[in-house]
């Protein structure tokens, strides 16, 4: 006899105050948490939004919108709600012996998807440390209310059991992972100093989740890195190289995907994956052409590349998914890039254009030279075929001889040999 042993899914209610500012306005701020709420594997039976000046710091909501959740609850038959902005602990338990269901938010639901989502033993260590210092936070007063917790969002990772442990246990796995992740971080600066070195150009696909940056990474590479059409669908940062026709050599880097109201313990924690934009030459902005709200989104990627301190990178922006019906080309320019230009990752629209674009940028840094090297200096070869995009090559009775692009270094290196 064979048994259904799938867990059915958490009908919850969504909750939003709107209080008249941010880039977003509450309908689509719940858009966007109903698709998290989804992809945690939740079902959203309906939504809620109070006009208010400010959250209220005791219970999130007002009294009477309290009431008339908690009517709409028991004609739904909820078993939860999911407020859209991080709760203290305080609103979390009044909220909870108000409506008697369970309560999460925003930060709770994001934390479960990057648990569910993490597959590398970096990225697990990232998303615990998030989550415990979340627990951490949300800890004290919740003894009753785990009662009502049982199975579903906010139990993976560390989860119940660890809200089960003391402030001394969780403050004491912090610090082993913290450990880990300095550990982390290590190996992370020797692996980009080995980069570096190498001279070869650095391209991080850097962008709002969902909009396609791996897909773009596979197009471009050949690679197979996990890409679906869902929130945070990869969180492991991923670098795969490539050859152009002309002979030049990249390092394209996905990231992490960007979302409004990231939690911050969750950048922190995934700092040292982040920070690999700081290091980047370029950074492809990669945005889904399709959404609506795309300049909003766009607005919160810069927002976050400010935080992590790659806000003066140089920016290619790229519209992609060009190939969904009811796109009216060509999009506005991004005036924040250096350039804009539309793509399809998925059916490879404009993508040899897109690489010639990159190769233009990366060229800009560089200088075009001219050099003659001796055949008695052939140790010189490795240098202009690692660092250098050679564009002729001939040998002569006296030598090597190379046009290409190089940068200030290596034009010093062979500033001799330069004709």
């Not at 991923?238 to 950048?267: C, M, W």
């Not at 927002?303 to 990178?313: F, I, P, R, W, Y």
């Not at 060509?330 to 005036?335: G, H, V």
């Amino acid at each position: 006899m064979l048994y259904d042993t799938e867990t059915k899914a958490e009908k919850v209610v969504l909750v939003g105050i709107d209080t008249g500012e941010g880039e977003f306005d509450a309908e689509s701020c719940l858009d966007e948490l109903a698709e998290l709420a989804d992809t945690a594997g939740a079902q959203v039976v309906g939504r809620l939004i109070q006009k208010r000046e400010a959250i209220n710091k005791a219970t999130y909501l007002g009294k009477g919108k309290i009431e008339e959740l908690r009517a709409y609850i028991e004609f739904t038959q909820a078993v939860g709600i999911i407020c859209d902005d991080e709760l203290n602990q305080n609103q979390i338990r009044n909220l909870e012996n108000a409506l008697d269901v369970k309560v999460m938010d925003r930060t709770l639901v994001i934390l479960d998807i990057f648990a569910k989502r993490a597959l590398s033993a970096e990225g697990k260590v990232q998303v615990e440390v998030a989550q415990l210092k979340y627990n951490m936070a949300h800890l004290t007063g919740r003894g009753i209310e785990m009662s009502r917790l049982g199975g579903g969002i906010g139990t993976r990772g560390p989860g119940e059991k660890k809200l089960e442990t003391d402030r001394r246990n969780i403050a004491d796995r912090i610090s082993e992972l913290n450990k880990e992740l300095k550990e982390i971080e290590k190996r992370r600066s020797v692996m980009r100093e080995k980069r570096i070195e190498s001279r070869i150009p650095v391209i991080a696909l850097v962008g709002y989740t969902n909009a396609g940056k791996s897909t773009l990474l596979n197009t471009l590479t050949g690679s197979d890195v996990l890409a679906e059409d869902k929130l945070f669908a990869t969180l492991d940062t991923t670098t795969r190289a490539i050859e152009t026709e002309s002979g030049a050599k990249y390092l394209f880097t996905d990231t992490v995907g960007f979302i409004q109201k990231l939690p911050h313990n969750l950048i922190n924690a995934f700092r040292a994956t982040l920070e690999e934009v700081k290091y980047a030459d370029i950074l492809v902005h990669v945005v889904d052409a399709s959404n609506p709200k795309r300049a909003e989104q766009m607005n919160v990627v810069y927002h976050t590349l400010g935080e992590l301190g790659a806000g003066d990178k140089p920016v290619l922006t790229v519209y992609n998914k060009t190939d969904k019906e009811g796109i009216d080309l060509p999009l506005l320019k991004d005036r924040r890039a250096v350039y804009t230009m539309s793509v399809s990752a998925k059916n490879g629209s404009n993508i040899p254009e897109f690489t010639a674009k990159v190769e233009d940028i990366v060229r800009s840094f560089k200088k075009s030279i001219s050099v003659l090297i001796p055949y008695s200096e052939g140790r010189l070869l490795g240098i202009i075929h690692g660092s250098c995009e050679i564009t002729a090559s001939e040998m002569r009775d006296d030598g090597y001889y190379f046009e290409m692009y190089a940068d200030e270094e290596t034009e010093n290196r062979l500033k001799a040999f330069m004709v």
